[in-house]
């Protein structure tokens, strides 16, 4: 790419050419102000809040736009270009129905969250040079669970529309009609919850202004006074990055890290679902008097649990997949070296073969010129897998789906085969420089002997169930049956999704929510969530994620180390003092 | 001595949280009363602006009806330089909320199906202002100063005023600006 010299404000600089003049004046620490630009979105230049004075141009240019080209001269604090900034804002506030006043994202000039607030706030706007109709009220949407959009405070520069094109490629939204008429709409005009909208949210976060807003967090805390962690999603083993808002010990919302592998994308079960948990929290241990569940000190539990398992037998361990790690590996550990027991897997999962060729990255398969699927439903099991692998085809890349029943991925495949015709699949893809293929568990051994095969520069992303599955297995935890005359199972905050346990003569259930297995256990020990532990997954990338904690758990609630820590202190004890 | 300036202020539809807030210069207004005469507001003996005018008038609510109306252009004839107070006075504020419903149902909700009313009439007498529209001062009046916050802070009121008295319009930026 050639060099480009240009002019900025009296100041040389050098670009690569292809640049816009925002890109390059950014680079350099130059502020051109800006609303309907983002930069995880294609440039739009609708907003034309972003003009600049460029020498010889007829008109002022968008800078977010118009390409840098040798020897260009621009100046971005003229008089005229000031002038228009305000003129743009001014006209902004004409239209629709700007109330500040009763706004979630509404602030002062260091708290507000909302673009078109900051802006005018910068410019020193004190009032509506040209007032808008203070009696209509445009339309509010309520229709989606999660999140609702006011259109009074829309200010149409269709930032959500290209975030649902480019970044989620689900083409949901879009507008009709024109001039003061034109509306953001769903499909063919029809109340978002009814339209093909998967609640991603990801026009959520980029909506400058308050037209989308997030329905459980709203007026719960500006930007200075919540505390944002960086994490990992626990929804699925895709792992995406979050960063958690919280307040007072309270989780407000989930947002995409846009520096993370998943590019700030999240699905519904990440961003939104989690925010609400269930309410059954069990925070105290519990022991079965009376045929019923009382509460029991730690000692008590700890000790009874100690005793029962060495007195009924061989012991069986279960874990869940929604477990960090090193909770993982401490578990395997309890059984194996103080229990002297090998009888452990987890409560479910699915792992298929990881060995099959190098793994893929979320942003390799963004970028792959072929994809191949086979098996699986990554737009249900792993959302945001799906809806990379939709961008891709979007871009051009050529997907092949090869499985013997529809999936919902076919209309976007330029073929869809049986997977006896794998072959036929693979040669179609030879041509790809980037071939990516996407596999599920549950696959004949053949099928995974073929994939092995392909050309050395093939990556792979299996389709894993199950949260940590991949580091379940890297200590020595897979799914499997146990049989055990006594059995610990530590469910974490996991559901049980009307699957039963092995039967057993003594079970322990550790858990944080109340549920039939805890209503069935001889002992129950309260758990931590995935919100209040820290540790580390692997994900689908065959990389190691941390999971950061963001909150604080209630009072007396152990973490996984410090309650295997009690109990195999209490199993050892009685060993030690018989041995004296 | 120099002659002190003059100052009048009135509210229209407000909830008065603005004159707390120019309340709240606490002890600044020793400073303010030996440049300005504070002639009349709401909250001292006398209401009105006398005929002969003030150099400086303040304006704090929306106009919301006749009377408000009224107030409005009888301290803009009376005043020099107007300020508009607060986001109700600069952007019509949180009562014109009440424009969505319509004048109709708003009047009937108020003074018909209230829990706690008994066969409710919405009250007409030429004696009584007439319902409006919410709409900020400068829809009835041309105002010269706007000061939106709601309220806006005591440092941005006493801002403003000590700018006027050095004789300079006051420019509202930084931590003066809020439209909360």
Not at chain 1, 383 to 409: E, F, H, M, S
Not at chain 2, 139 to 160: H, K, N, T
């Amino acid at each position: 790419m050639a060099n480009v010299n240009i002019t900025i404000n009296g100041q040389k600089l050098q670009a690569e050419s292809g640049k816009t003049v925002l890109e390059v004046a950014r680079a350099n620490s130059i502020d051109i102000p800006v609303l309907c630009y983002h930069p995880a979105l294609s440039p739009q230049g609708s907003c034309r809040l972003c003009l600049v004075e460029v020498e010889k141009q007829r008109a002022l240019q968008p800078a977010c736009t118009f390409p840098i080209s040798e020897g260009m001269v621009v100046q971005t604090e003229s008089e005229k270009v000031q002038a228009s900034r305000k003129f743009v804002l001014e006209l902004l506030f004409s239209e629709r129905l700007h109330y500040c006043m009763y706004c979630p994202m509404s602030g002062g000039e260091a708290l507000t969250e909302c673009e078109l607030q900051a802006q005018a706030y910068r410019h020193g706007l004190t009032n509506w040079k040209y007032a808008p109709n203070t009696s209509k009220r445009w339309p509010v949407d309520a229709s989606r669970k999660y999140f609702l959009m006011d259109h009074s405070r829309c200010i149409l520069c269709r930032r959500c529309i290209r975030a649902c094109d480019e970044i989620v490629a689900n083409h949901t939204l879009g507008v009709r009609d024109r001039g003061t008429r034109t509306m953001i709409i769903a499909d063919g005009d029809v109340p978002f919850g009814e339209s093909s909208c998967v609640s991603c949210g990801t026009c959520l976060q980029v909506c400058p202004t308050g037209a989308l807003i997030d329905r459980r967090s709203a007026y719960m805390g500006l930007q200075t006074e919540v505390e944002r962690t960086k994490s990992t999603c626990m929804a699925c083993p895709v792992g995406c990055g979050i960063e958690a808002a919280t307040r007072s010990n309270q989780l407000l919302r989930v947002e995409g890290d846009w520096d993370a592998h998943n590019g700030g994308l999240l699905c519904v079960d990440g961003r939104f679902a989690v925010v609400e948990p269930p309410t059954d929290r069990i925070t105290v241990p519990m022991m079965r008097r009376d045929g019923e569940l009382v509460k029991a000190s730690w000692d008590e539990a700890a000790t009874a649990i100690a005793q029962r398992l060495q007195s009924t037998g061989p012991a069986a361990g279960l874990a869940s997949p929604r477990l960090p790690s090193e909770s993982l590996s401490a578990f395997r550990r309890f059984f194996r070296e103080v229990l002297g027991s090998d009888e452990v897997g987890l409560l479910y999962g699915e792992l298929p073969p990881v060995d099959v060729g190098p793994f893929a990255t979320l942003p390799e398969l963004s970028a792959a010129d072929g994809i191949l699927l086979v098996g699986g439903a990554p737009l249900r099991d792993q959302k945001v897998v799906g809806y990379t692998i939709k961008r891709a085809v979007d871009q051009g890349t050529t997907l092949i789906v090869v499985n013997d029943t529809p999936t919902d991925l076919d209309p976007y495949a330029t073929k869809s085969l049986k997977v006896a015709d794998l072959a036929q699949a693979t040669t179609a893809l030879a041509p790809s420089e980037r071939l990516v293929v996407v596999y599920a568990p549950g696959l004949a051994p053949e099928v995974y002997a073929s994939l092995r095969n392909l050309p050395a520069k093939t990556r792979f992303l299996p389709l894993i169930q199950g949260t940590n599955t991949a580091g379940a297995a890297r200590v020595g935890l897979t799914v499997r049956a146990v049989q055990g005359a006594g059995l610990f199972v530590m469910a974490g905050d996991d559901a049980t999704d009307g699957r039963s346990l092995p039967a057993a003569e003594f079970t322990v259930v550790q858990a944080a929510y109340r549920s039939a297995w805890t209503e069935a256990a001889d002992v129950v020990l309260p758990s931590r969530t995935w919100s209040e532990r820290s540790g580390h997954i692997v994900n689908i990338e065959g990389r190691e994620l941390p999971v950061v904690a963001f909150l604080e758990a209630p009072k007396g609630i152990k973490t996984d180390a410090a309650t295997l820590d009690l109990l195999a202190d209490r199993v050892v004890r009685p060993m030690r003092e018989a041995a004296r | 001595m120099a002659e002190k300036v003059t100052v009048a202020s009135d509210w229209l539809c407000g909830c008065a949280g603005c004159h707390m807030s120019l309340l709240d210069i606490d002890e600044r207004i020793v400073d303010l009363v030996q440049l300005a005469t504070l002639t009349s507001t709401p909250i001292t003996d006398l209401k009105h602006p006398s005929k002969d005018g003030v150099v400086v008038g303040i304006l704090e609510g929306g106009v919301n009806n006749s009377a408000n109306e009224e107030v409005a252009k009888t301290m803009r004839e009376r005043s020099k330089i107007l300020i508009a107070l607060g986001d109700c006075a600069v952007f019509g504020g949180i009562p014109t909320m009440r424009n969505f419903a319509g004048m109709d149902e708003a009047l009937r909700r108020a003074y018909v199906e209230t829990e706690s009313t008994v066969d409710g009439q919405v009250p007409h007498h030429e004696d009584i202002a007439v319902m409006q529209e919410c709409r900020p001062l400068d829809q009835v009046v041309p105002v010269d100063i706007y000061l939106p916050g709601c309220p806006p802070s005591a440092d941005a009121i006493w801002f403003v005023l000590s700018e006027l008295l050095a004789g300079r319009m006051p420019e509202l930026k930084g931590k003066y600006l809020d439209w909360h």
